[in-house]
């Protein structure tokens, strides 16, 4: 690969954008168009996990600066106040889906929020600027799963977005950020289904920076943005990927 290739890789993890109080799920339209315009003034190009398969696979650049946008649950703001936002400032996005919410709300929350539906995915997925992946099917922690469980639950996942005909890429974002980190022969499991699955990656928590080339697909760290975050926190989040980088 060329001397351009980059040495991190930034991924950020979003849920919801809406004039609802800021919290630590939400942020107002405002705060999220501020940090999108300063990731364009500060030259950080979106990628998709495609692009970092491809990337894997083939030896081809990715971004000088590349940065992967994440939207957990889907939810209908996403499409009312958040896409927007990225199409303005010609940015890319991947948004995991709980596929058996879809046209509901965030039961998993005995939440009433709505979930996009199968029809409004279909309709984004027409805008190659998004990318669509699974984030389970309804919405356990891997971390309490089986790895028979996982695989009916990856399977019920494909089945359905293909049953409605909407393309997905093979990528996880682990609900809760749950996976077994702290039983080894389960999570060797875990991975070897995966692998056997064709899964290109998984998602995780961790608000670390990754290190490229990657060295585990199956672990792949997001950064948390916070409503409740200052942009200043935003930025320090961007440069450490977190606020204490001893924590």
Same mark, same amino acid.
């Given at each position: 690969?060329?001397?351009?290739?980059?040495?991190?890789?930034?991924?950020?993890?979003?849920?919801?954008?809406?004039?609802?109080?800021?919290?630590?799920?939400?942020?107002?339209?405002?705060?999220?168009?501020?940090?999108?315009?300063?990731?364009?003034?500060?030259?950080?190009?979106?990628?998709?996990?495609? %692009?970092? &398969? /491809?990337?894997? $696979?083939?030896?081809?650049?990715?971004?000088?600066?590349?940065? @992967?946008? #994440?939207?957990?649950?889907?939810?209908?703001?996403?499409?009312?106040?958040?896409?927007?936002?990225?199409?303005?400032?010609?940015?890319?996005?991947?948004?995991?889906?709980?596929?058996?919410?879809?046209?509901?709300?965030?039961?998993?929350?005995?939440?009433?929020?709505?979930?996009?539906?199968?029809?409004?995915?279909?309709?984004?997925?027409?805008?190659?600027?998004?990318?669509?992946?699974?984030?389970?099917?309804?919405?356990?922690?891997?971390?309490?799963?089986?790895?028979? %469980?996982? &695989? /009916?639950?990856? $399977?019920?996942?494909?089945?359905?977005?293909?049953?409605?005909? @909407?393309? #997905?890429?093979?990528?996880?974002?682990?609900?809760?950020?749950?996976?077994?980190?702290?039983?080894?022969?389960?999570?060797?499991?875990?991975?070897?289904?995966?692998?056997?699955?064709?899964?290109?990656?998984?998602?995780?928590?961790?608000?670390?920076?990754?290190?490229?080339?990657?060295?585990?697909?199956?672990?792949?760290?997001?950064?948390?943005?916070?409503?409740?975050?200052?942009?200043?926190?935003?930025?320090?989040?961007?440069?450490?990927?977190?606020?204490?980088?001893?924590?």
């Amino acid at each position: 690969m060329s001397n351009r290739t980059p040495k991190t890789l930034r991924i950020l993890m979003y849920h919801k954008v809406s004039d609802s109080p800021p919290d630590g799920l939400n942020l107002s339209p405002a705060q999220f168009e501020e940090q999108v315009a300063w990731l364009d003034e500060k030259g950080y190009q979106t990628s998709s996990f495609m %692009d970092l &398969k /491809e990337s894997i $696979e083939t030896g081809k650049d990715l971004p000088r600066r590349p940065v @992967i946008i #994440t939207f957990d649950d889907a939810y209908e703001n996403f499409l009312i106040h958040a896409l927007p936002v990225l199409k303005k400032y010609k940015m890319n996005v991947t948004l995991f889906v709980p596929v058996a919410f879809l046209g509901k709300t965030n039961l998993w929350d005995r939440g009433s929020e709505k979930i996009l539906s199968a029809e409004q995915l279909k309709q984004i997925q027409n805008d190659r600027s998004v990318e669509i992946g699974i984030h389970s099917f309804l919405h356990r922690s891997y971390a309490e799963l089986a790895p028979e %469980d996982m &695989k /009916e639950d990856l $399977e019920n996942c494909y089945n359905t977005l293909y049953f409605h005909h @909407i393309r #997905t890429s093979r990528v996880l974002a682990y609900p809760y950020g749950g996976y077994p980190k702290k039983d080894p022969e389960l999570k060797g499991r875990m991975k070897e289904l995966f692998t056997t699955m064709q899964l290109w990656f998984a998602v995780r928590i961790g608000n670390r920076i990754n290190r490229l080339p990657v060295k585990d697909r199956y672990e792949l760290k997001r950064i948390d943005i916070k409503g409740t975050d200052s942009f200043r926190t935003f930025r320090i989040k961007l440069a450490r990927g977190r606020i204490n980088p001893f924590a």
